[in-house]
């Protein structure tokens, strides 16, 4: 706009403010998500080039997953399970043509480490990848900036379960020219949307009833991702509280536990698990050193449901397969339950089955009645 021409009233200020303001947020989300799936893509790479050509790759043959996931949790480099790196392979060679976006988007020191060489020998790879593929996917031969600007690393996660590559590029048009936020996307390959597209006489039609029902991708929401954020080094706490109230609640529980002296010795607030292909946090974990295992603290700002006490046995028994060592007994949940007028306990317990630990654990932690006073007071000064 020529700068003679616009309106200077306070309304077109206040106006063009606000349209600068979402425009430039919006572009910083899919600046950090490209960044972030670019990342990922990159892990995948030099993990798939180190199986290949590794110099020591026979040392750890089929634990070097294993080994190289726990040295990089030493180095604190978040996502960096063994299942999300044996992913980022997946990803790194279901869509070899991102290294154009490597090329485009990655500094010079990173170009270095990554070998212009090898760089080169992609880039020819996954042109000679593309002539391969039929005419549906031709479309995108040359818009890869566009497919990593328009779709998040989590789409990505669910379009690499797609085997046949006609139907993966379905997905990727589909789903960026509605739009589609990836909840909607896990939903539209579910209900077999491509293989009613093939059947359907009508094409056209069933795709307009389809985009005009869909979940929109919404990036406001997707700015608070968790993985956006320990991407860039934030901590999840900053950004997981569903509110206000409740991240005053879970800072006086932690304390409140602490204080008790009964053993609980504090490891996590919203601690990340990783359930099959979808993250989930633990709103407090504690050890207790005299029970010998770890208690899970679920708060809910609702009433009790059987959906609440499903999701804790859950978390408990993730716990249990994962995280629990030999010498430590099954681990327990705590579900604190609120609503204006009235505060629920409910203790979840993993099959434990010996009568003298359940005894013990009778003893050492705080009875339902205790926990319930605790709500209901924190609950009665109206916690801002």
């Not at 960044?35 to 790479?45: A, D, F, K």
């Not at 818009?143 to 379905?170: C, P």
């Not at 020219?177 to 909607?184: A, I, K, T, Y």
Request: with cysteine.
């Amino acid at each position: 706009m020529n700068a003679i021409d616009m309106d200077l009233s306070f309304k077109s200020l206040v106006g063009s403010i606000g349209q600068i303001h979402k425009e430039l947020k919006q572009q910083a989300f899919h600046s950090v998500n490209s960044l972030l799936t670019l990342r990922n893509w990159l892990i995948g790479y030099y993990i798939a080039e180190y199986e290949l050509k590794g110099s020591d790759r026979a040392d750890y043959a089929d634990k070097l997953f294993e080994r190289l996931s726990t040295e990089l949790h030493t180095m604190k480099i978040p996502r960096s399970t063994k299942r999300e790196l044996q992913r980022f392979c997946q990803f790194y060679r279901v869509y070899p043509s991102i290294v154009r976006s490597v090329n485009a988007q990655c500094t010079e020191s990173t170009k270095l480490l990554f070998s212009f060489t090898a760089l080169e020998d992609l880039v020819s790879s996954s042109d000679n990848h593309f002539k391969k593929v039929r005419s549906v996917n031709a479309q995108l031969q040359n818009n890869v900036d566009q497919i990593v600007g328009k779709l998040s690393y989590a789409h990505f996660e669910v379009l690499i379960t797609v085997q046949d590559h006609t139907k993966r590029s379905f997905y990727e048009i589909e789903c960026m020219r509605g739009n589609w936020s990836v909840r909607e996307l896990k939903r539209q390959v579910n209900s077999l949307y491509y293989e009613r597209s093939g059947l359907s006489t009508d094409k056209k039609k069933l795709s307009e009833q389809t985009q005009h029902k869909v979940e929109i991708f919404n990036p406001a929401q997707t700015i608070r991702d968790p993985y956006i954020f320990e991407f860039l080094g934030l901590k999840p706490r900053e950004v997981m509280s569903e509110s206000h109230l409740e991240d005053q609640l879970l800072d006086k529980l932690q304390d409140f536990l602490l204080e008790l002296g009964h053993g609980f010795c504090f490891e996590a607030r919203q601690k990340a698990i990783l359930i099959g292909d979808t993250n989930f946090y633990i709103d407090l974990v504690f050890y207790h050193r005299i029970l010998k295992c770890h208690v899970l603290v679920e708060l809910k700002l609702s009433d009790f449901s059987h959906e609440n006490i499903g999701q804790l046995n859950t978390y408990v028994s993730w716990y249990s397969k994962n995280i629990k060592e030999p010498q430590d007994n099954e681990p327990i949940g705590i579900l604190l339950c609120t609503a204006k007028n009235s505060a629920l306990v409910e203790y979840a317990l993993a099959g434990m089955d010996n009568q003298l630990f359940v005894s013990k654990y009778m003893l050492e932690l705080p009875s339902k009645k205790v926990m319930q006073s605790f709500i209901k007071a924190q609950l009665n000064k109206e916690i801002e």
